[in-house]
Each structure stands twice: as structure tokens, then as C-alpha cells.
């Protein structure tokens, strides 16, 4: 209930109805309704498509089966399917793991010259699609004409070219490569926010730096390194980008990509029955990853040494080869992830690929750059493009806003099946999502249109948009929304006037990050692909395979340069405030 008073000379209270609580009753409903709708009906059709036998289409009320269950489980390359891809998910990830922990080591505990670009270079990654990354390295590795292999052959006189992009040794190497920004961004807040008075004791104590690291920095990061082990793992079995543009060409199919040649095969009929079912498997072992993270994540507990003290590292100072070592270490990485970038930028300029040269610039153009956007497909790729991100991106946003309010200020039943029912899309991979809303809007008016596209990368997205907001509201005392209610704001105005302006660097950050991922990804787009729906990642994947090279490599440089216009400006802002509070 709430007091009004009138403007007469005696003044008097009236109640009327708290619209407020009426307001959010209304918005929490719809807010249970709408996840189960996105989150909860797209996986039952995926398991009832499961059971379908094949040849049959969802939802067409055929007689259920359990043939596909039954194929999958008895299939003589279904192990070495499912080893494939442990073996691909737990390599890459351990690359992407040891490079991390370095890094992160060093721009947190070092005075590393450059430790800010450090940062905000591998914050601003997410701006290089790994559709691009892959097709760089691919021209980088031909055997024929890659760059690699003609200086290598060149200079250790060889007949046969040394390496080859097609194979799961490759595969796991760029994928690891590309997953060491994600591992660097989780390890250096593990370590900015560890209390370094037991390192600091230890020092005075008389022990060496390696001593320290070995038997005190190392244990106390071990359950938190741990997990992030188990999520990029988990985040690995979910890929489909590189396996889909590597792997398939090199002979090495992993679930991922199994599921989309089951649904999309290049010749006959789709099997969606058998895809489902692919799904179905593929989705329990990312579920079983993710128990593992939560138990790792609950068991880390233990470890935590941050206090209510404020304390500030002491910085490591390199010297000599220390310092040598370092710079070419985090040098020669980031060289590795530039050449892919600027082998592509080198053949968009040509009509042909040519080896990189002095003598070739002479014949250097944008001309692929010009017929790329003089097309007319063009304008409705990057009309569909924009459409999808930013649709996307701020529903996601706004639903998350709200989903973490209901779960962190109110709580209650509601709140956590609102909380649960926006994490569940984390172990479910985006494949298998991609499936389930394939199954479920075949035979409506939505099939083949961008708008499914939307739908999926806010399911998807939700889940970590509503992470980064539950940890922004918890650092925000409530007391300052009951001020503005108490004051006579209404649910709403409160929450526009008074607590998002707070945690609006936190909202920008999210929405930043699921516009640079939306933009990027290739699953959603080319699962559900159709000739009116076609952005630029499928629009790339499309080119590649034609084969257009020059028309890929601009549409490529493209994408990266309109993504990092948009990423490493509010990066740089967002780390000088960070440095300011610091």
C-alpha cells in the first residue's frame, strides 16, 4: 500500500493500491513464462525429435523409436567419436590454460613493460571471429602455398611441405591458441584478488621466487585454476567453428560437427532424429562438466584469502633474461595471433592469392573491397547482421537486468527457478540449441527467418549476461532503492533512476560482450540458414567454399575492423577507469 495526500488546506491520507507490487508481480510471471518458453519447450522438442525415426519431421506426430539411440550407441566410430573429442577439447584447453596462467602471472605480478595494452589486448580479442582466426591459419599452412611452409622448405631446403592445417594436431593448436585470451581474462582475477601477504612472508622469510611460486602462489590457485580448466573444457566440447572449417576437411568430425552433418548432410535427406539424438548425448556431457565446475567452484571455498584489508601486489621486477624472456614470450604470442589477421588483409588486395612480397604491392587493391559492397546481397547481409546483434544483444541485456533482480533482491522460489532456468542454456552447447529451435519453428511462419537467429543468442547469451549482473547487484546495498521507493518512486523509476546508472559500466561491459560474440558466431547462422537469413559469418563461410578468396579475405578484415571500432574504444575506457579507481 501506498500514501497519497491531497492538495486541499486539510490535508489527509488516502490508500490506494501498491502498483508497484502489482507491477512486478506482473513482470515476474511474464519473466517465468518467457525462459520457459526460450530455455525449457525448445529442449523437450529436442528430446521428442530424438525419438523420431528417420526421414521423419518434427512435430509431425510420427510413431517414436529408439533406433537413433540404438545407431549412435552400437556405431562402430562412436567411440573414437566421443574420444575425438575429449582429446580435442582437452588439449586445446590445456594449451589455452598454460598460456593463460603465464600471462595473467605476468601483467599481475610483474612490472612487464606494456601491461596495460597486455590487458586490453586480450580483452579486446573478442573482436576477431574464430571463423576468421581459421581461415587465416589456413592460408598460413597450405601445403602448397602457405607462408609457413615456403620459408620453412626454403630455408631447411625441403622437398615436402612440413606442417598442414588439416588435422587434429593443427586443429587443437589454433583452438588452444585462441581460448588463451578467455583463460587470461578468468586467472588474472584470480590472481588481482588474491591477498599476496602469505607470498610476502614467505620472501622475507628468505625464500626464492620460485620456491614461493611453487609451494604458496600455486596451491592457492589451484582449485580456481582448476575450474577453469573444467569450463574451457566444457567450453571446447561445445565448439563448432573450427572443427566445422578444419576438422571436416581434414577427415576428424567431433560431436559438434556430427550433429550438423546428421541435420545439414550435403547429400540426402536430413536425419533430424539422429541429429537430436547426437544432441541429446552431447548436451548430458556438457552437463556432467558443468556438475564438475560447480563442485570444483564449491571446493575453492576453502582457499580464499582475500579479507576485508585492502592490499596491493608486490610487483615481481624482471631483470636480464627475465625481462627478455617475457617480452619475447607475450611477443611472440600476440605475433601469432596478428599473422592469421594480417595474411587475410594481404589477400584481400589481390585477385589471386599471392606470396607476400615487396614486388606484389606494386599491384595491390581494394577492389575486392569494392565488389564485395557492390552487390547487391551486400546491404541485406549487413542489414541482417546488425539486426541480429543489436536485437539480441539488448534483450539479452534487459532480460538479464531483470532475471538478476528477481533472483538476488527477492529470492524466494521464483527467483531461483529464474536463476536456474537462465544458467541451464551454460550446459547446453549452442549446436544443440541451434537443433532444438530448428525442431521446434520448422513448421511456422518463423522457419528461415533472422528472428530465430535472435531467439537463440538470447537463450544463449542469457546465461552469462545474467552471471556478470547477480555479481554487479550483490555489490549494491538495496537500501538505496528502498530510499527511492520510501521517497515515492515507483518499482520502475527506481530501478532506471537510481540502480542501473550504478551498474551501468557492468550493463556495458555485458552488452558489449554479447554484440561482439552475436556478431561472430557461425552456429546459430549456418544451422539455420536459408537465402533470406544470411549475415556475414555464413555470408564468409559461403565465399570460402565457393571459392572466393579475395571477396572472404574483405568480408573477413571487414567484420574485424567494424567489431574492434566497437570493442578496444570501450575497452580502453573501461580499463583507465579501472586504473583511476585503482
Same mark, same amino acid.
Given at each position: ?372 559492397? #557492390? ?114 518512486? #515507483? ?26 560474440? #552475436? ?64
Amino acid at each position: 500500500m501506498s500514501i497519497s495526500r491531497t492538495s486541499s488546506a486539510t490535508t489527509e491520507a488516502v490508500w490506494e493500491p501498491d502498483t508497484s507490487s502489482t507491477a512486478r508481480l506482473v513482470v515476474r510471471n511474464g519473466l517465468l513464462i518467457l525462459l520457459v518458453v526460450l530455455i525449457a519447450l525448445p529442449l523437450l522438442v529436442l528430446i521428442y525429435t530424438s525419438f523420431l525415426p528417420p526421414g521423419a519431421v518434427p512435430l509431425s506426430g510420427s510413431e517414436l523409436t529408439l533406433d537413433n539411440y540404438r545407431s549412435i550407441l552400437t556405431g562402430s566410430g562412436t567411440v573414437a567419436l566421443f574420444v575425438r573429442t575429449i582429446i580435442f577439447a582437452v588439449g586445446s584447453s590445456a594449451i589455452g590454460i598454460v598460456l593463460g596462467i603465464s600471462f595473467a602471472y605476468l601483467t599481475e605480478r610483474t612490472d612487464l613493460p606494456g601491461r596495460t595494452a597486455v590487458r586490453i589486448l586480450m580483452f579486446s580479442w573478442m573482436a576477431v571471429p574464430a571463423l576468421v582466426f581459421g581461415y587465416g591459419w589456413i592460408l598460413l599452412l597450405n601445403p602448397g602455398n602457405g607462408i609457413i611452409n615456403v620459408m620453412v622448405k626454403a630455408i631447411f631446403n625441403l622437398e615436402q611441405a612440413p606442417f598442414t592445417p588439416y588435422s587434429m594436431q593443427a586443429l587443437t593448436v589454433i583452438a588452444g591458441l585462441g581460448a588463451v585470451p578467455t583463460a587470461y581474462i578468468m586467472v588474472s582475477g584470480l590472481l588481482r584478488n588474491m591477498d599476496p601477504s602469505l607470498e610476502d612472508a614467505a620472501f622475507v622469510s628468505g625464500a626464492s621466487r620460485f620456491v614461493i611460486l611453487r609451494k604458496i602462489t600455486a596451491p592457492l590457485l589451484t582449485p580456481g585454476t582448476l575450474s577453469i580448466s573444467i569450463y574451457l573444457i566444457m567450453t571446447m566440447v561445445q565448439h563448432f567453428d573450427l572443427p566445422m572449417i578444419i576438422g571436416l576437411t581434414a577427415q576428424t568430425p567431433v560431436l559438434s560437427t556430427s550433429i550438423y552433418m546428421a541435420a545439414a548432410p550435403d547429400f540426402g535427406l536430413p536425419n533430424y532424429g539422429l541429429a537430436a539424438a547426437f544432441g541429446v548425448f552431447l548436451a548430458i556431457l556438457a552437463g556432467a562438466l558443468m556438475f564438475m565446475y560447480f563442485r570444483v567452484v564449491h571446493a575453492s571455498e576453502r582457499y580464499r584469502t582475500v579479507t576485508g584489508k585492502s592490499f596491493r601486489p608486490k610487483l615481481l621486477h624482471l631483470r636480464g633474461l627475465q625481462k627478455v624472456f617475457a617480452i619475447l614470450l607475450v611477443g611472440g604470442y600476440f605475433a601469432l595471433m596478428l599473422m592469421p589477421l594480417l595474411t587475410l588483409a594481404w589477400a584481400s588486395l589481390f585477385p589471386y592469392y599471392r606470396l607476400p612480397s615487396f614486388a606484389a604491392l606494386a599491384d595491390a587493391s581494394f577492389a575486392a573491397y569494392f565488389r564485395v559492397f #557492390s552487390e547487391p546481397q551486400t546491404f541485406r547481409v549487413i542489414v541482417n547482421t546488425v539486426l541480429l546483434f543489436l536485437t539480441s544483444s539488448t534483450l539479452a541485456i534487459v532480460l538479464s537486468c531483470l532475471v538478476s533482480w528477481f533472483a538476488v533482491r527477492l529470492g524466494g522460489k521464483s527467483g531461483r527457478a529464474m536463476d536456474l532456468l537462465s544458467f541451464a542454456p551454460t550446459a547446453i552447447p549452442p549446436i544443440v540449441m541451434a537443433i532444438a529451435l530448428l525442431m521446434m519453428f520448422l513448421r511456422t511462419p518463423l522457419n528461415g527467418t533472422i528472428w530465430v537467429m535472435v531467439i537463440g543468442h538470447i537463450a544463449m547469451y542469457l546465461s552469462f549476461g545474467t552471471r556478470a549482473m547477480n555479481g554487479a547487484l550483490i555489490q549494491i546495498h538495496r537500501e538505496l532503492e528502498d530510499a527511492a521507493t520510501v521517497s515515492g518512486a #515507483s518499482w520502475g523509476t527506481s530501478l532506471r533512476k537510481v540502480l542501473f546508472p550504478i551498474i551501468w559500466p557492468h550493463i556495458l561491459n555485458t552488452w558489449l560482450w554479447i554484440v561482439a560474440h #552475436s556478431a561472430r558466431d557461425l552456429t546459430f547462422p549456418l544451422f539455420l540458414l536459408t537465402s533470406s537469413n544470411v549475415v556475414v559469418a555464413t555470408a564468409i563461410y559461403q565465399r570460402w567454399n565457393y571459392p572466393d578468396l579475395p571477396g572472404t579475405a574483405a568480408l573477413c578484415m571487414m567484420l574485424v575492423l567494424a567489431l574492434s571500432a566497437l570493442v578496444i574504444p570501450i575497452q580502453i575506457y573501461l580499463e583507465h577507469k579501472n586504473l583511476n579507481k585503482a
